[in-house]
């Protein structure tokens, strides 16, 4: 008569192995989707209209920063809208979310932002503004003005 054994002992280890290794690659994935990156735009004529699509990852996002750098002859706008948003209807200057005034710029924006996984419409608009330049940085869940 020939006994067989089997041990389930590597069987388990390897179970275990893999439970180990795949909570170390689901680690690295949420840390790297869970980044706080900072996004920086250039608007180098500020006569044109510009619209820029900053992605916003991680697993939640609850508001948002930016810090506006530059120089304007003129008046302009900065509006953060949906992915879906119709620019067939606007956005105009006289319904502004952030105003930007004549001469030299350096502005800090907070506000509340709670979608993930999609890419907003970061749009420049200028109003009365012909020459000038600007640099938008953009981060959600974190906050710029710490940086400065």
Do not use: W
């Not at 840390?31 to 699509?53: I, P, Q």
């Not at 200057?93 to 509340?112: A, N, P």
């Amino acid at each position: 008569m020939v006994i067989i054994r089997i041990s389930l002992l590597p069987l388990i280890q390897m179970r275990l192995a893999d439970v180990i290794n795949f909570c170390k690659i689901f680690s690295i994935i949420f840390f790297l989707t869970s980044c706080k990156k900072t996004y920086r735009y250039e608007v180098e004529n500020a006569n044109e209209k510009r619209n820029f699509r900053p992605y916003v990852g991680g697993m939640t996002s609850e508001y948002y920063t930016m810090h506006i750098v530059g120089e304007l002859d003129g008046t302009a706008e900065v509006h953060l809208l949906s992915p879906e948003f119709n620019f067939l209807n606007g956005p105009f200057c006289s319904d502004y979310h952030e105003k930007l005034d004549s001469g030299k710029v350096d502005k800090f924006i907070h506000g509340d932002f709670y979608m993930t996984g999609i890419e907003p419409n970061l749009f420049y608009m200028p109003c009365t503004a012909k020459k000038g330049h600007l640099t938008i940085e953009i981060a959600f869940n974190k906050d710029l003005r710490n940086n400065k």
